[in-house]
Structure formats: structure tokens, C-alpha cells
């Protein structure tokens, strides 16, 4: 490498210099882009292994279990930067989004050693962390023998990191002091809207001020559209991810829970509250109103293709399931990003979470050496590159939110980055940790789908639903 | 003979033809979207008339997707190819086991004889994850744990109960007096076994077969549980198709097409085998 090369990418190390003004003056020396790319790459894990031993365990080798998405790609495109820096070997396998959990659940249920790692949301490890299958990792993060000194823990958003860790007790608040870091946050979605700005155009509506708003904007686009396009596009599924994304995020910024927790820890059901009811009633008018005809079987993936497709005007859910549709789809370019604020008294957003972690496996042959895997595919070096060459969004670092590139690079989704930092700060997991999350959601899912379907009313049938769960708190002895 | 008139004819053929378009509608469909890209496939409303692409066959044989978001790494071939391995081979180690089986249990009467009989068709009675938790473990210990060894074993207890029980049912429909007959002509049994009764169990064996390859092909959670991603079958392959950011529905299509042939071709070429082999071997006079 040249000099001036070798001079201006120790300027960007140090810090002198940004991203942008580095490529920049990479460029200006000649160098294609890719090739200043691979020089930054390689000059950024030599910054990595200055103050660090990256190769203790050279020789090695480690295997991942992970999901197939754009998280996952992003790594893979970046591992050989990884095998360089420590001489570990990676391999991994993928499966289907469909199928996956399927996969960690038996490789963990058996005990398998096969896996090291794997990809996992922050709500399956409130089952896998007490069953004793994950590895509290703030063993790792806190020894600083094992953890390198740039690894900036306290760089990850606080209400993300706070949300990957749980005491363990039933209603324990994620982030408490004694709780344990069952997974370190890695990608993350916020529930936020977005919308077709052409057709929001053409029925000359605004972006939703509230929860009421939304209700009459979805009903004026209805309407006004045409070509039978749907108002707004949310989940119905009888699946505890129907509660999870719009529905979630509105609710909480009502100050509405699903569970109290009494001061001797005993659980009960809060969803038969009058605020809550005032609020279901709302939600289900909305559905019933503007939703999609067949509601009840939508999922992530029918809520997205309907709006890539222009069958929906916008959605409430996940920000990047918009970001998705913004590329090769038919209203690919017409998606604009909102922060929404259901609660007129709220302050901001605070949106419900999902988050891709990734956690190691109790029954991993080395943990030191896939902790070393972990730190450096939760690195602000790594998330960096997956955020800016590939779909590495929502990263969870806030380094990767001030990087110019990255900032440059969402210009193409209109108010996401705005959408992002509006919402930030009251991003987190909103549900109460506890082990029947995933039977107490699917109910109260079911039970919305009654009430869209008019089977039952919105008061009776949160009473009946409140009276089913208390009954299984108490027959699990939560409540 | 019967004769019919022509009305009964043409009103024959008419509701022949909506059957046989009722039933084969989806497949004409699935193979029209095969040659769609996404864009057109999700065009409201939905239309027959299209550019024809040749794409999504191209992305499966190659094994690179382009989409927005990005390349998308294939090994639908490798699915394909696990498919058509594990489902030959394990039908093919339980021909070889289940057909002398089903012989000695239809032919001759031993102590326990039946209870063996049950005992191999009450793996099919268990809900698959319950038997493969455990078996993972012992497959851990014994070094069968993602291996097509280990695979092809697991798959008996799809194949093996199937083929024993229908192959057995045939033999017992067959006289055994032929088989005396050729025994005291001065064979052994085991000649009497290959001579006489196999050649007459042809088809109810061919059937047995037939059934058993469709269901090892539509097999799911075995090799999810068992094995590691390069040996995953075309059922658990075509999943990759749905991903966060979006659904291919066009290589689903192409997939579907691609992972049915195989069996279509066998179920066409043994049809007759196949409707001949079931139905004597299912009732007993």
C-alpha cells in the first residue's frame, strides 16, 4: 500500500477524517470503490487487533445456526474479515424463517454441541435462558480480558440492550440490575407507519396524528383510493405476532400494559381496563372499517406484499418491513416513513420491538471463542459495513446512526431516518417477561379476532379474556 | 353393450372437462406463475397474459437470485438432488427388508408373528417429534447425527410399515397352491420366493413402492430435526423462498413445478401398477 493510502486511512482511524471524506480521497488516489472498501476493511481489523488479542483462538472453529434474512447475508458477506482477524474458522447453517425456530428449539432441546451460536428474538430467550440452553453473556462483556477495549457496549441503544436482558423472575423488568444478558441485541424493528405518499396524495390525507386520526385517515383512504386499495394493512394472524407490531406499540403509548405485576410478584391480566377497552374498540372499528378483507389470516408477509403491491394505502408494523418494500416492488419509491404517536398526550412514539440477537449456546465446545464471534458481529466495525453495503437496518449501534453513509444511504426511504430517531429513545420491549408469553398472546390475538368479527363485544370479550389468562397464571402458580 | 346417446355423450365430456379443470386449475396456475416475475405475479387484478421469463428457472439452475434487496444464495438444486437421494434409497433399503418381511408374515405362521407385524406398523402411529427428540440424542452419542446413513435409517419408519403391510396383503390374496405346486417340482422356498411369488406380487409391490417414495418426498421434519442445512430436503428447500423482505413467488412456482416432476413422471409411469397394486392387495376374499 502506498503512503498517502496508508496516511489518510490512519487519519480515519484516529478518527480525522469520516467515512465519506476517506472513500472520497481513496477515490481521488485512484482506487475503485471496492478496493478502498476491501483497504478499509482490512485496516479496520488491523485497528480492531491493536489493542486486543484477537488471536487467541487462532485454529478454531465454530458453527452458527441462523436465520435466512438480510442480517444474516450481511454477516456472511463480511465473515472472511472475521477469519482474518482471529484465525478462527466459521461455518453456519441457514434455514428458513419458517422453519427456524423449529431447528433452535430441538438443537437446543437435545443438548446438541453442533451449534455455538445462533440467531435469536429477545422473546424466545425468556424461554431458553431459565431452561438453561443460553449463556448469560455478561460474563463475557464485563471481563476485560476477554472483551476488547472498542467493543462499546453502552454504544448499543439503551432500551434494545436493556430489553435482551431478563432476571429470569416472572414480571422481572427487562434491564434490571440483576438481570442476566441472555442475547446481545443485533438488528431491530421498530412498529412505526408506513404509507403510499401517492395515494395519501391523491385522497389529499396527511400522516396520522393519533390513534383516532389513523382511524379516519385508514376510512378517507378507503374511500377515496380507489381501485379497491385498503386503508391500512395490519396483522390478524391467530399468533402472538398479531399483538406484537402496531397493535403493541399503539396500546403501550396509551400507558396500557398486558400483565400487572403486584409487589409480591404475582401476575394478573391489565387488558379489561376502560382505557384499554376504549382503546380495543378503536382498534377493531379500524380493522373492521379499513382493514384487509381477510384480516385474519395476514401476517408479516401479506401486511408487506400488499403494500409493495399497492393494495394498501400503509401499514403499522415493522419500520423495515416498509423499508423492504421500498426496492423491486410496484410502489417501490412511493413509501414515506412516519413516527407515530397514537396517545394525542403522548410525548413520542414508543414503539414495540423485535429484535435479532444472537446468543450462544449452553452446550457450545468453546465459549470463549464464540464469544469472540459474538463481540465482533455485534461490533460497531461490522454494523457499520452491514448497514451501509447491505440491509443491515435497524443496526442497534447509535455509532452507525451518526455515519454519513448510512445517513446518505436512507435518503432513499423519505422520513425514515426521521421516523428512527423520533422513536429511539421509547423503543423497547413493551410485553411483561414471563414463561407464557407465547400461549397468553395467541389468546388475546384470537379474542381480537372475535371481536373484529363481531362474534363477541369489545368489553365482553376482553373480560372473558382477562378471566382465562388470571385462570392461567394462577394454574401455572404466576398468578 | 351399452350405447348411449349423444346428448349423454356431450354432457359426458362437458363435466369430464370441469373436473379435470377443477382439479388441474392450481397446477396451471403454478405453472403460469413460474414463468412470471413478482411484480407481475402480484398485478391487481391478476391477468393470463404476461411477458413470459424464463428468470426464476434461471435463479434456481444457477443458484443466485437478484433481488432488491440484494443477492439471494440458492441451493434449491442441492434440495433437489437430497430429495430424490434419500427418497430412493430409503425405499429402496426397505424393499429389500420389507419384502421377505411381508413373505415370512403372510406365508408363514410364527410365534409372535403378529405382534412383530403391529409392533412395525405402530411407527407410524407416533407424532414424528415425539420419537425424533430422543433419537437426536442417540444419534449425538452414536455418530449418526447428520448423516445420510442416519437419515435413510430414520425414513424406514415411513417407508418400511408401509411396504410390509401392503406387500403382505398382496401375498396373502395370492394361492399359495402355485407356490406348492413349484415346491414340489423339487425348488427350495427361497427359489419359490423369487420364481412364483414375487414375479405375482409385481404390482402390488411396484405400488408399495410408489406410495412409500411419495411419502419419504413429502417428508419434513426428519432431516429439519436430524441434519444440517446441505442435507435438507426440497420440502424444507422451497421455504427459503419466503424471507424478510419479501416472498419470490415466482421461484416458489419454479420450484414447485421443478420438485414435483419427478414424482409425477413415477406416478404417471406406474399409474396402472399403482391403482392394480392397491386395490388387490386391499381386499381380501
Redesign the interface.
Known sequence: MYDREKDLISAFLRGQVDRRGLLKGLGAMGLAAGTAGTLLTMAQSRAMAADFDWQAHKGKSLKLLLNKHPYADAMIANLEAFKTLTGIEVTYDVFPEDVYFDKVTAALSSSSSEYDAFMTGAYMTWTYGPAGWTEDLNTWIKDPAKTSPTYAWDDVLEGVRKSCAWNGQPGGTLGSDDAKQWCIPWGFEQNNITYNAKMFEKAGVQPPKDLDDLVAVAAKLTKDVGNNVYGVGVRGSRSWATIHPGFLSAYANFGQKDLNVSGEGKLSAAMNTADSKAFHSKWVEMIQNSGPKDWSTYTWYQVGTDLGAGASAMIFDADILGYFQNGGTKEAGNLAFHGFKANPAAEAPTPNIWIWSLAMSSFSKDKDATWYFLQWASSVEHAIFGATKHDFVNPVRSAVWKDEMFVEKLKKYPGYFEMFTASAPGASIKFTAQPLFFDLTTEWAATLQKMVAKEVPVDEGLDQLAQSIDKQLQEAGLG | MEHSSPIERVLRAVALTLVVLFFMFPIFWIVLMSFQT??TI???PPSVVFEPTLSNYKALLSGRLE????T?ELNFLRTLWNSIFLSVTSVAVSLLLGVPAAYAFARHKFRGSEDIAFTLLSFRFAPPLLV??PL??YF?QIGL??TYIGLIWVYQLICLPLILWIVRGYFEDISADIEYAYRIGGHSWFATFRKIALPLAGPGIAAAGLLAFIFAWNNF?FA??LA???K?PVT?GA??F??????QYGQIAAAIVLSITPTLALALYAQRYLVEGLSLGAVKG
Open positions: 413478482n411484480e402480484l398485478r391487481i433481488t432488491a434487496a440484494g439471494l425424533l427428540l437426536t440424542i449425538q447425527a447428520n421434519v429439519l430435526v444440517s442445512a446441505d435438507q424444507v421455504l427459503a419466503v424471507t424478510a423482505s419479501g416472498i
